[in-house]
């Protein structure tokens, strides 16, 4: 098993304090919960007997709760609806102690909602509802105007770009605050999608799942790549983006990665952590949460990957988005990295 070298045996201690602004598309998680059983006279479909309702900030602000879990302190670039899930969405993030000044509220827009349906601790349904057609060219400069005034005044130690596809990131707004971020020597990670896969060069940490991989570089979804292979086809997306460190999540056989390493290009297939799985919900968050302030914190990019790793199986333990737990972590990373010998 691959070992980090030189951590303290809680690398969680490093987080604290740490900015870092999340640019991105924020939506709402509400939750219907109940119990299930019997089937509807209707239809061939479980009738849920509603117990309770909850809500929680999803997307890019969930990557912020994350954040704020980890003991950091998160800044949200974002756009939303100017509606009522809007309002209910921007509760939700200031009761998690997170500061909304950063976030937009635009009429012409509907604040991206997932309503998903649980029973019997199982997930029966997601009903989605949201806008994702990209920002206009004036609507990009008030955001880009916003990061930069984020940026000159809160001087975080890393910037994630959370993207959904649901059009708050563009390239235009992409180009910009990359190459401000390289004056500014700030890392910068990112969690993609499809639309602007190939437009965030020169970022520091990209960090893709294998779905997206794949779709990315354009290769079929039942493409088989062993090992020597996906090496191959990394380093070919490394060479295009010029990004430093390439991440791609496999979900139950665990994570490949990619990166230089005193001037050689190193290759590292991670195992996933066996664990009971409940839902894989938000879990891509709490990696590139993890990952992001492990780079912040000066940890190589193996000591980063494995801790994101590590965290990505914790969540994935919990029904619905829920942000990784610190102590669980903590605990985990000392289980299974400085066993008494």
């Known amino acids: 098993m691959l070992m980090p070298h030189g951590m303290q045996d809680n ?8 900015k870092v602004l999340v640019i991105g598309d924020i939506m ?6 109940g119990r299930a059983e019997r089937l509807s006279p209707e239809a061939p479909v479980p009738v849920v007997e509603v ?15 994350n954040l704020k879990s980890l003991g950091a302190e998160p800044l949200i670039c974002s756009v939303t609806g100017d509606d009522v899930r809007g309002e209910d969405l ?5 009761r998690q102690g997170i500061a909304t000044h950063g976030i937009i509220k635009d009429r012409g827009r509907t604040t991206t909602t997932k309503f998903r349906i649980i029973a019997n601790k199982t997930q029966l349904l997601r009903v989605d509802e949201e806008t994702n057609v ?9 955001l880009i105007h916003k990061i930069k005034e984020l940026l000159t005044f809160e001087k975080p130690a890393a910037l994630i770009f959370q993207d959904y596809d649901k059009g708050v990131i563009t390239p235009m707004l992409i180009e910009e605050i990359i190459a401000l971020s390289r004056e500014n020597h700030l890392p910068v990670c990112v969690d993609p999608k499809r639309r602007n896969f190939m437009a965030y060069r020169q970022s520091t940490l990209f960090k893709p799942n294998l779905k997206e991989f794949l ?20 380093g070919g997306l490394q060479e295009m983006l010029q990004c430093e460190i390439l991440m791609v999540t496999l979900s139950e056989k665990g994570m490949a990665l990619r990166y230089r390493d005193q001037g050689q290009w190193r290759f590292s297939v991670l195992p996933a952590h066996v664990r009971q799985i409940a839902d894989v919900s938000g879990a891509g968050d709490t990696v590139i949460s993890v990952a992001a302030l492990s780079l912040a914190a000066g940890l190589s990019p193996l000591e980063s990957a494995l801790l994101a790793n590590l965290a990505g199986g914790i ?14 972590l903590g605990k985990e990373y000392k289980r299974m990295y400085h066993k008494e010998k």
């Not at 709402?28 to 919960?33: K, N, Q, R, V």
């Not at 990209?134 to 008030?142: I, T, V």
Request: proline share 8%.
């Open 134 to 142: 990209p920002l206009s060219a004036d609507q990009s400069r008030l």
């Open 315 to 328: 969540v994935c333990e919990q029904v619905g988005v829920v942000p990784i737990d610190p102590e669980m």
């Open 28 to 33: 709402l998680d509400t939750y219907i919960w």
């Open 11 to 18: 690398p969680i201690d490093l987080f604290k304090g740490l």
């Open 90 to 94: 921007l509760h939700l993030i200031e």
């Open 215 to 234: 779709e990315g570089i354009g290769a079929a979804r039942d493409y088989h790549l062993f090992p020597e292979k996906l090496e191959q086809q990394m």
């Open 51 to 65: 117990e309770k309702r909850t809500g929680s900030p999803g997307g890019a602000a969930n990557v912020a709760v």
